[in-house]
């Protein structure tokens, strides 16, 4: 995680940066929702997706992908960021490639209205590239639990000694309203239980939510 803190080049700012403008200009546009939890945690998911994220935006629905949880679902357009600059491509329900982008500008610049593609939190089989649906705080860590116990049953299912076909992990980006809900804990209790060495949660720390500091 060390490497997470660098910003060793310009060009690593400057991704960083234009996941930022676009996360305050969709939200200013919109004038609704979370321009600051995306703008904070811009640096931490663009290492993440950049550096330790195995998926391949050509092919979103790649079995054995990693599977990022945006718990903090109302930092919405944090992912939708994500989606957009690494060009993830869009398929339908049936998971057929549409040959277009998942998340367009135009679709940012409809951030929350109606139909859009980038609605206020992130939906399920409604944007491309959104793992699952999520926005009631603690509601993320808890499916990514689920997702990891996922992985390791098909894995022994699976997998035979030299076509591991399944090694997927599962990360997930929570913050302290995800903390303060009983589903986070009991879930973090089975993960433990369970030692789930395939998850990895990321806890934004950050000592505010909406109603003031967390003391
Ligand atoms: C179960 C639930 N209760 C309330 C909300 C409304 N809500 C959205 S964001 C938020 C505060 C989240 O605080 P934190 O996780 O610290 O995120 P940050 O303030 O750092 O963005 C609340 C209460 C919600 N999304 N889900």
Redesign the pocket.
């Known amino acids: 995680m060390s490497s997470m803190n660098r910003i060793t080049d310009a060009r690593d700012q400057l991704c960083i940066d234009t996941i930022r403008t676009l996360a305050m200009d969709a939200v200013q546009a919109a004038n609704s929702g979370?321009p600051?939890?995306p703008m904070?945690l811009a640096p931490v998911a663009y290492w993440l997706w950049n550096r330790y994220l195995r998926f391949d935006p050509n092919d979103p629905i790649w079995p054995n992908r990693d599977r990022f949880v945006l718990s903090?679902?109302?930092?919405s357009m944090l992912l939708y960021a994500l989606l957009h600059l690494s060009g993830v491509q869009a398929v339908n329900r049936q998971d057929e490639r549409l040959g277009h982008p998942a998340v367009t500008l135009d679709d940012i610049k409809r951030f929350r209205q109606i139909d859009s593609q980038c609605p206020g939190?992130p939906e399920y089989r409604w944007t491309s590239g959104v793992e699952t649906t999520t926005?009631?705080?603690?509601?993320g860590v808890a499916t990514s639990v689920g997702m990891a116990i996922a992985q390791r049953w098909i894995a022994a299912y699976f997998n035979r000694p030299g076509f591991e076909l399944f090694a997927y992990h599962v990360y997930a980006l929570?913050?302290?309203?995800?903390?303060?809900?009983g589903v986070s804990g009991e879930a973090a209790s089975l993960a433990g239980h369970l030692k789930l060495s395939n998850l990895c949660w990321i806890y934004?720390n950050?000592h505010?939510?909406?109603?003031g500091h967390?003391d």
Do not use: F, R
């Open positions: 979370h600051g939890t904070a903090v679902g109302h930092a939190h926005g009631p705080l603690g509601q929570y913050g302290d309203g995800c903390m303060m809900e934004d950050n505010i939510t909406i109603e967390t």
